[in-house]
């Protein structure tokens, strides 16, 4: 079935350090991909998404590529704040399925 | 837009009671949705509307559980006789279903549910 792997967390950097969360994705057809982010004790915030094959989902300095040869969406920012501290999810949508499936989160840790 | 909401926040409950969650989704989204998500896992799906039909169960959906959305508006997810291995965090999502735009779900801030 329709799957999403994420990196193991949690990631742990340093202000204006570069970030890459990696998350590769298992579906059939051709999904909707997502970056969602949830802050401590708060539901899930959409933070970018992407629908096809080389589309480029962006905001607030965050960025994921869908790439389809490569079954992966991984998520970058060139300089990460404290206040990105957040635990990150990435997320298929199925219209096979009409199911959104996550992968398990990754937490990122920003130090000052 | 106020976005989704869920009451309550949280929940704190004895084995064997039942517990009752409110979700009001986005005002005109015809597709609400209900997720369990448990410490330190991503949210995994339980059932979804359309309107006011039930149009799936996740097998996770025990016959404990319970959802309703009567008027196509707000949900309500039922748990009778609560176990310990119901605490989790319940997310309630919206969605409007438009052609051609990206299957988008909205997430409400969650009620934390604590079986003691």
């Known amino acids: 079935g329709d799957s999403v792997t994420q990196m193991e967390g949690p990631v742990t950097l340093s202000e204006e350090a570069f970030l890459t969360i990696n998350c590769t994705y298992t579906?059939?057809?051709?999904?909707?991909l997502f970056w969602y982010v949830q802050y401590p004790g708060e539901g899930l915030q959409l933070l970018l998404k992407?629908?096809?094959?080389?589309d480029k989902g962006s905001n607030k300095g965050f960025e994921a590529t869908y790439r389809k040869e490569t079954t992966s969406f991984h998520l970058e920012k060139g300089s990460v704040q404290v206040s990105d501290s957040a635990v990150y999810f990435c997320?298929?949508?199925?219209?096979?399925?009409?199911?959104?499936?996550f992968g398990q989160g990754t937490t990122l840790q920003v130090k000052p | 837009d106020t976005g989704v909401s869920q009451d309550p926040r949280h929940k704190i409950t004895k084995r064997g009671q039942n517990v009752t969650f409110r979700c009001d989704p986005i005002?005109?989204?015809?597709?609400l949705y209900w997720y369990r998500q448990t410490l330190g896992q991503g949210p995994e799906f339980l059932t979804y509307?359309?309107?006011?039909?039930?149009?799936?169960k996740s097998r996770l959906l025990s016959d404990r559980f319970s959802a309703e959305r009567p008027k196509g508006s707000f949900s309500t997810l039922e748990i009778q006789r609560t176990e310990q291995g119901d605490s989790a965090m319940y997310l309630c999502?919206?969605?409007?279903?438009?052609?051609?735009?990206?299957?988008?779900?909205?997430f409400g801030p969650g009620t934390r549910l604590t079986v003691l």
């Open positions: 999502a919206s969605r409007h279903r438009t052609s051609g735009g990206p299957d988008t779900q909205y």
């Open positions: 579906a059939t057809g051709y999904p909707s």
């Open positions: 992407a629908t096809k094959a080389d």
């Open positions: 997320a298929l949508f199925s219209s096979n399925t009409g199911k959104l499936i």
């Open positions: 005002s005109e989204h015809n597709r």
């Open positions: 509307f359309q309107n006011e039909a039930q149009l799936e």
